[in-house]
């Protein structure tokens, strides 16, 4: 039988993108997801991948959730941790719950979720975590202390829990997308939007599946030898 993957956040955008490659590639996918029921309905009707509901900001939650998991598919071999959420505003006047949400949504998420798999694949000796960041938790960004706070943040977890985890035959990458052709994206201002992609060397905004085949290649075998790593996926806006 395949080896098992979750995705937070799988149920929409480059979340969907990445569980339907990871499907399509044979792997058995369950898609996590939080409030939009509908769409989440939507989303397995039409890939007939697993959904799950449950608050990746809540440990008790995650513990929870990984253990259905583990009886309805069995033991989390790769783990994409997706999920996230934006409360853009400048930081004087920011409010502690904008902070805290996107603090706990889009970092402390990973924690609770690699902390109910970290055991089983340590005892299994193989992993595959792969925690989605983004191009402004590498360079910052106006009105978004928070959210690049978070998504830096991921940066640093990733290398730590990579470091700690090469002797047991797991790695742990990050993908930063830039700007992606997501619901996310599309409610920005028009304005906006035009300026960023002119910004952009390539000329466009990026695909969810152009994020999803990176995944795909770091969930395989062939990657085994790539840990700590930090991929960008962001058409030349910002290159470290």
Known sequence: MGRVALVTGGTRGIGAAIADRLKMSGYRVAAVFQG??????AFHRETGIPICQWDVADFSACVNGIAKVREMLGPVDILVNNAGITRDVM?????????????????TSCFNMCRA????????NFGRIVNISSVNGQ???FGQTNYAAAKAGILGF????ALESAGKGITVNAVAPGYIATEMVGVMDPGLLQRIVAQIPVGRLGRPDEVAH??????????GYITGATFSANGGQYMA
């Open 139 to 141: 360079r910052g960004q």
């Open 117 to 124: 798999v970290i055991n089983d694949m340590r005892e299994r």
């Open 214 to 223: 990176i995944v795909q290649f770091l969930a395989g075998d062939d990657a």
């Open 36 to 41: 939009n029921f509908t769409a989440a309905e």
């Open 158 to 161: 990733t290398r730590a829990l």
């Open 91 to 107: 930081l004087h006047k920011m409010t502690a719950e904008q902070w805290n949400s996107v603090i706990a949504t889009d970092l």
